[in-house]
Nanobody, 117 residues
Framework: QVQLVESGGGLVQPGRSLKLSCLAS????????MGWYRQAPGKERESVAT???????DYADSVKGRFTISRDSSKNTVSLQMNSLKPEDTAIYYC???????????WGQGTQVTVAS
């Protein structure tokens, strides 16, 4: 059974940084398609960043140059470093793990990120 536990969310001022972590069990992050998604109030869940088994990454246009996804196989975690945060980054951030790119995958419970002054 796959379990994903996100952490690191919180309230942060615009322009500051935050790092989210996703601890995975029941699946190896090194060999899986790992992603961060977010859902803001009244909006659909959207993909933020993805890292594939071979290490290639994708980012939403809105976060390119500001967010970085990475993984630590020794700890079986995936992280999302978020810099230069904007109020529009406010959302619940979810970790997703897929064994195949075509799977729906498994979801964590989410962690709230609020960017406000």
């Amino acid at each position: 059974q796959v379990q994903l536990v996100e952490s690191g969310g919180g309230l942060v001022q615009p322009g500051r940084s935050l790092k989210l972590s996703c601890l995975a069990s029941g699946i190896g992050v090194r060999f899986s398609h790992m992603g961060w998604y977010r859902q803001a109030p009244g909006k659909e869940r959207e993909s933020v960043a993805t890292i594939r088994p071979f290490g290639t990454t994708d980012y939403a246009d809105s976060v390119k140059g500001r967010f970085t996804i990475s993984r630590d196989s020794s700890k079986n975690t995936v992280s999302l470093q978020m810099n230069s945060l904007k109020p529009e980054d406010t959302a619940i951030y979810y970790c997703n793990a897929k064994r195949s790119a075509y799977d729906t995958g498994s979801w964590g419970q989410g962690t709230q990120v609020t960017v406000a002054s």
